[in-house]
């Protein structure tokens, strides 16, 4: 059974920081890219960063990678996203899934991902 189970969820101040971690079962860790997603209220799903490390592939979201670092962990199956400089914005669920080939539009395109987990909240007040 395919699962990606997200944690790490949070309520932070500000300025803070948040490491979110996202385990993988059911596959093939290293064969798969292992994205990072938000979604706010009210907006659609947005790519924050993603990773592959057996190919050396990692990509962040142009106006986020400053406060991002996403790494991985292949002998836990493991995907980490930790965050800095928190900024009440960020609010939102952050999701992590999984996709075999990038697609064609870009590692963002979260339509063309195979799996998901069910998301973790991370609340950032001001």
């Known amino acids: 059974e395919v699962q990606l189970v997200e944690s790490g969820r949070g309520l932070v101040q500000a300025g803070g920081s948040l490491r979110l971690s996202c385990a993988v079962s059911?596959?093939?860790?290293?064969?798969?890219?292992i994205g990072w997603f938000r979604q706010a209220p009210g907006k659609e799903r947005e790519g924050v960063a993603v990773?592959?490390?057996?190919?050396?592939?990692?990509q962040y979201a142009p106006s986020m990678k400053d406060r991002l670092r996403i790494s991985s962990d292949s002998a836990k199956s493991v995907v980490y996203l930790q965050m800095d400089s928190l900024k009440p914005e960020d609010t939102g669920v952050y999701y992590c899934?999984?996709?075999?080939?990038?697609?064609?539009?870009?590692?963002?395109?979260?339509?063309?991902?195979?799996?998901w987990g069910q998301g973790t909240q991370v609340t950032v007040s001001s």
């Open positions: 059911g596959f093939s860790f290293d064969d798969y890219f």
């Open positions: 990773i592959r490390r057996s190919v050396g592939f990692t």
């Open positions: 899934g999984a996709v075999f080939e990038l697609p064609l539009g870009g590692w963002t395109e979260s339509d063309e991902y195979d799996f």
